[in-house]
Nanobody
Framework: QVQLVESGGGLVQPGGSLRLSCAAS????????MGWYRQAPGKQRELVAV???????NYADSVKGRFTISRDNAKNTVYLQMNSLKPEDTAVYYC???????????????WGQGTQVTVSS
C-alpha cells in the first residue's frame, strides 16, 4: 500500500556529513508521523529522530545538535541531515512512517529497506 525508499547512505569520515532521504509512494491518503531509526550490528533498533505532520520533532539525545529531520509534504519525503558524524553513528538507517490510505481507516506503520551509513577513517 505504501512503500518507503531510503537513499543517501554511504561511507564518510568522522566529522563529515550525509543527508538521507526517504520517499513514500503508493496508495497514500495522508502521511502522519515520519522518522528515522537505526540499527548497529548486535544492537537493538533505536529511534534517531521523528517528526509528525504538525511539524513537531524529537531526537535521540545522542544526535541532538548534530542531526536535523525535515519533511517535504508535497513530495511525501522526509530527510535526515547528519552533521559532525561519529563512528558510533555507523548503522543501517531505516525510514519509518505512519500512513493512512483512506478516511476512517487507522494508519498503518511502514518501514523502508534501510540504507547503510558507515563513519570511519
Amino acid at each position: 500500500q505504501v512503500q518507503l525508499v531510503e537513499s543517501g547512505g554511504g561511507l564518510v569520515q568522522p566529522g563529515g556529513s550525509l543527508r538521507l532521504s526517504c520517499a513514500a509512494s503508493g496508495s497514500i491518503f495522508r502521511l502522519y508521523g515520519m522518522g528515522w531509526y537505526r540499527q548497529a550490528p548486535g544492537k537493538q533498533r533505536e529511534l534517531v529522530a521523528v517528526t509528525n505532520d504538525g511539524g513537531n520533532t524529537n531526537y535521540a539525545d545522542s544526535v541532538k545538535g548534530r542531526f536535523t529531520i525535515s519533511r517535504d509534504n508535497a513530495k511525501n519525503t522526509v530527510y535526515l541531515q547528519m552533521n559532525s558524524l561519529k563512528p558510533e553513528d555507523t548503522a543501517v538507517y531505516y525510514c519509518n512512517a505512519d500512513g493512512g490510505t483512506a478516511l476512517g481507516i487507522a494508519p498503518r506503520n511502514y518501514w523502508g529497506q534501510g540504507t547503510q551509513v558507515t563513519v570511519s577513517s
